[in-house]
C-alpha cells in the first residue's frame, strides 16, 4: 500500500531564516506530487506542484520555492522566510489514473516568529 | 474556469441529528467529485468520491450522489457522532486531472 511521510510535524523559525520541508511517497511510482499551504481557518493553497522529477509547477509567486530530486521525493525550501509565510503546509500525491484523487501527508505546522 | 461552492460553516449540530453539508459546482467536461475530511491538526482523509453522474459515493455512513442535473454533491449523513466533527472539504477534478479544485471548507460541530 502507499503511504506519504513528511517531516518535520512542527517548525518555529525566526523571520529571515532558511526552510526545507520535505515529502516522500512509498509505495507508487511516478506520482504526481503536491504543496499546499492552509492558513489557520482558511482553505487550501496550492503552491507547486509536479507531474515528474524535475517538473515544477508554481502557482503563486511567493518567496518559496520546490525541487524534485527523485521520483518520489518533494522537498519545499525557502532562501529567507516571512512571517506571512506561517501555516500549515501539506504534501499529496496522486496519480491520474483510474481516478484523480490526492492522498495527503499528516503536514508540517510552521510558525514564523 | 471550474469552481466549487460549499455552505459556509460553522455547521452546529446535536449528536444524532441529520447533516446536509451543500456542494456545488461549475465545470466544462465530466469532472470526478469528492469529499474530503480534515479533523483537527491532521492532513485531509478522502471521505468518498463519485466519478460519473448519479453515481453515488459512501463511506463511514456519510453519503453524497452526483447530480449533473443541478451540478451538486451535497453530502448527507443520517446520524451524526461527536467524533464528526471536523472540516469538510468538496472538490472536483480538473481537465487537466492534474489539479483538484477545492471548496473553501465547511467546519461541522456536532455538540454531545
Known amino acids: 500500500s502507499q503511504t506519504i511521510h513528511q517531516w518535520p510535524a512542527t517548525l518555529v523559525q525566526p523571520v529571515g531564516s532558511p526552510l526545507s520541508l520535505e515529502c516522500t511517497v512509498e509505495g507508487t511510482s511516478n506520482p504526481n506530487l503536491y504543496w499546499y499551504r492552509q492558513a489557520a481557518g482558511r482553505g487550501l493553497q496550492l503552491l507547486f506542484y509536479s507531474v515528474g522529477i524535475g517538473q515544477i509547477s508554481s502557482e503563486v509567486p511567493q518567496n518559496l520555492s520546490a525541487s524534485r530530486p527523485q521520483d518520489r521525493q518533494f522537498i519545499l525550501s525557502s532562501k529567507k522566510l516571512l512571517l506571512s509565510d506561517s501555516g500549515f503546509y501539506l504534501c499529496?500525491?496522486?496519480?491520474?489514473?483510474?481516478?484523480?484523487?490526492?492522498?495527503f501527508g499528516p503536514g508540517t505546522r510552521l510558525t514564523v516568529t | 474556469g471550474d469552481s466549487v461552492t460549499q455552505m459556509e460553516g460553522p455547521v452546529t449540530l446535536s449528536e444524532e441529528a441529520f447533516l446536509t453539508i451543500n456542494c456545488t459546482y461549475t465545470?466544462?467536461?465530466?469532472?470526478?467529485l469528492f469529499w474530503y475530511v480534515q479533523y483537527p491538526g491532521e492532513g485531509l482523509q478522502l471521505l468518498l468520491k463519485?466519478?460519473?453522474a448519479d453515481d453515488k459515493g459512501s463511506n463511514k455512513g456519510f453519503e453524497a450522489t452526483y447530480r449533473k442535473e443541478t451540478t451538486s454533491f451535497h453530502l448527507e449523513k443520517g446520524s451524526v457522532q461527536v467524533s464528526d466533527s471536523a472540516v469538510y472539504f468538496c472538490a472536483l477534478s480538473s481537465d487537466s486531472n492534474y489539479q483538484l479544485i477545492w471548496g473553501a471548507g465547511t467546519k461541522l460541530i456536532i455538540k454531545p
Open positions: 465545470a466544462t467536461g465530466y469532472p470526478s
Open positions: 499529496a500525491w496522486s496519480v491520474e489514473i483510474p481516478t484523480p484523487e490526492q492522498y
Open positions: 463519485a466519478t460519473k
